[in-house]
């Protein structure tokens, strides 16, 4: 049974990941390379708990009960030692995950599940150099992790049956939409979704077919807007198969298909226009637009959410 839950790398996923098992009664450990790193986790974690409790989704005393609920840990050895599901977020560069892994060998307990939030490598490869490949998934959480529900659940061909059904039923404990890849497929369900959309997003920008604010608007008051209720295939038989079926027929063979990434996206990388984090993207970001853009996002998904229920 999991109680005690260690997630390392306390960045933009760690710390999401923390706050949705300790909002749900469990006790975590948040590790990360040094004290410093792990006093600003903390005070991102604090500022997401308050917008909770501000949302009503918390009352007071049950935020304090959550931050009370995590522990930072700087000492991996110490983080882990009594960890029945360890949690790895740290950044995608497969040489530090294997070293990481290795160093799990020796200080995990023998039975502790071991999950990797990892977003593109295939859990093969992430086992490539380990020997606990029968207790690893890769459990794929979304930004930001304790709002979105998703979380993708996909297992070694060694990992058994009994720690898939283990590891969907304590998402679904703590209110996550967990799904399970049956087969192990680069970039996952949701993510290679989204990546199809998006080229044609970015297709038409460069065509010069709309603005960018309409292209957004096109999907967050269209399909989108349906999307946070019903999914592609379940619209496919309400649209009627015969209509889609047209639709793919005169649209299909008109759709973009290059392999790389859009020519936009890599001019402006080039330049070092990264979009939130250098201040200019596609849009332009001044001042305080950045936090009070990701703070009505957060406001946003913490409403729809409450909605869904
Ligand atoms: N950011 C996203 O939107 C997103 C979404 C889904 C999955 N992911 C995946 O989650 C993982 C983490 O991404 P992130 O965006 O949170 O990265 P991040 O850079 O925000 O955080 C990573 C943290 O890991 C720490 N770290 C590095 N090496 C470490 C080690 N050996 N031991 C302990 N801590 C260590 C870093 O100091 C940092 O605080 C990556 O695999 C990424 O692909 C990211």
Redesign the pocket.
């Known amino acids: 049974m999991i109680r005690n839950i260690t997630v390392?790398?306390?960045?933009?996923?760690?710390t999401g990941i923390a706050i949705s098992f300790a909002t749900k009664g469990y006790d975590v450990i948040l590790?990360?390379?040094n004290d410093e790193?792990l006093h600003k986790?903390e005070k991102r974690v604090a500022a997401d708990v308050a917008l909770l409790v501000e949302e009503e989704v918390l009352l007071e005393k049950e935020a304090d009960t959550s931050l009370n609920a995590i522990r930072y840990v700087a000492n991996?050895s110490q983080a882990v030692q009594e960890a029945d599901l360890i949690i790895e977020?740290?950044?995608?560069v497969i040489e530090?995950k294997w070293?990481?892994y290795k160093q799990l060998e020796e200080m995990k307990q023998p039975t502790a599940i071991v999950a990797?939030?990892?977003?593109?490598f295939p859990i093969s490869r992430l086992m490539e150099k380990c020997t606990f490949a029968d207790q690893m998934v890769i459990m794929?959480?979304?930004?930001p992790a304790h709002l979105v529900p998703l979380v993708e659940i996909i297992k070694h061909e060694q990992t058994s049956d009994a720690i898939v059904e283990e590891v969907r039923n304590i998402m679904k404990e703590i209110g996550k939409a967990p799904v399970i890849l049956q087969k192990e497929k680069s970039g996952f369900i949701a993510n290679r979704l989204q990546t199809a959309l998006m080229r044609e997003a970015f297709s038409l920008l460069a065509e010069g077919v709309a603005t960018a604010e309409d292209i957004d608007t096109a999907i967050t008051a269209g399909p989108g807007f349906r999307w946070a209720f019903t999914g592609p295939i379940e619209i496919a038989d309400f649209g009627g198969l015969d209509t889609w079926e047209r639709v793919f027929n005169n649209v299909a063979s008109e759709l973009n298909d290059t392999k790389e990434a859009p020519a936009i996206i890599s001019d402006l990388v080039a330049m070092k226009k990264l979009g939130v984090k250098t201040g200019e993207g596609i849009f332009q970001y001044e001042g305080e637009m950045v936090s009070n853009k990701l703070l009505e996002r957060d406001r946003s998904f913490i409403r729809l959410a409450r909605m869904k229920k």
């Not at 977020?89 to 995608?92: G, K, L």
């Not at 990797?116 to 593109?120: A, G, L």
């Open positions: 390392i790398g306390s960045g933009v996923m760690g590790n990360d390379l790193l986790a991996l977020a740290i950044p995608e530090w070293d990481l990797s939030n990892t977003s593109t794929h959480f979304f930004n």
